[in-house]
């Protein structure tokens, strides 16, 4: 029995010496780790706070853009940007509101919309078709180059054919039959290798509307 206690007490005292040298950075590390934990949590909880608001708010411009009524779309818009450009919610916002001012000949306004959308959507898609949008408005005032400039970029896949294929409509609008034809031909091959992965039907019916209008070219391959 005192062999047992006299063991216990150097194990006691090997620990207590132990705790002496690591006890204060064991400690550190637990209340930085407990800290952290709280941290990641609340920030959790903000962010689940944040888009349940913008859902509330986007739900709301949805509405007043069913109903045709531009100036609400266009506050609700602009609210998603300031206070919850961080949500998907804000991309989506700006698009529908420019689609919007579009229709109602307003495309000033809606240039500004796709032009955020474009640079700070945080999602990848929504940004690559706000620029695809951009790009066909100022096709549509004839602000070419700019409109040129939109598209770049190399967009994700399921944008590359619609890019191409906006670059060839911009080029026959500024009488470039050359650039127009390769550029129908890049959506053509684009919308080819889109179909292998896929069934061809779904892509049928948009290849023949851009094999249309690059065979109007009369250019060569």
Not at 201 to 212: D, F
């Amino acid at each position: 029995m005192a062999t047992y206690d006299l063991e216990e007490q150097e194990q006691l005292a090997e620990l207590k010496t132990w705790w002496q040298q690591y006890g204060n950075r064991i400690t550190s590390i637990a209340v930085a780790l407990a800290l952290a934990v709280a941290a990641w949590q609340g920030w959790q909880w903000w962010q689940h706070q944040q888009s349940a608001k913008a859902s509330a708010i986007y739900s709301g411009l949805q509405q007043a853009a069913e109903q045709k009524d531009t100036k609400r779309v266009k506050e609700l818009a602009g609210e998603l940007i300031e206070k919850y450009s961080g949500t998907s919610y804000a991309g989506m916002g700006a698009l529908i509101a420019a689609r919007i001012q579009v229709d109602q000949g307003d495309s000033k306004n809606a240039r500004v919309q796709l032009a955020w959308a474009a640079d700070h959507a945080n999602d990848i898609g929504l940004r690559a078709l706000a620029r695809l949008r951009l790009a066909t408005v100022l096709l549509d005032e004839k602000s070419y180059d700019e409109a040129l400039k939109q598209l770049v970029v190399e967009p994700p896949a399921p944008f590359a054919a619609r890019y191409a294929d906006v670059r060839g409509d911009i080029y026959v609008a500024q009488g470039k039959p050359a650039e127009a034809a390769k550029s129908y031909d890049d959506a053509l091959a684009r919308i080819d290798a889109a179909a292998k992965a896929e069934e061809v039907a779904r892509h049928q019916a948009y290849r023949e509307l851009v094999q249309t209008k690059r065979d109007a070219l009369g250019v060569s391959q």
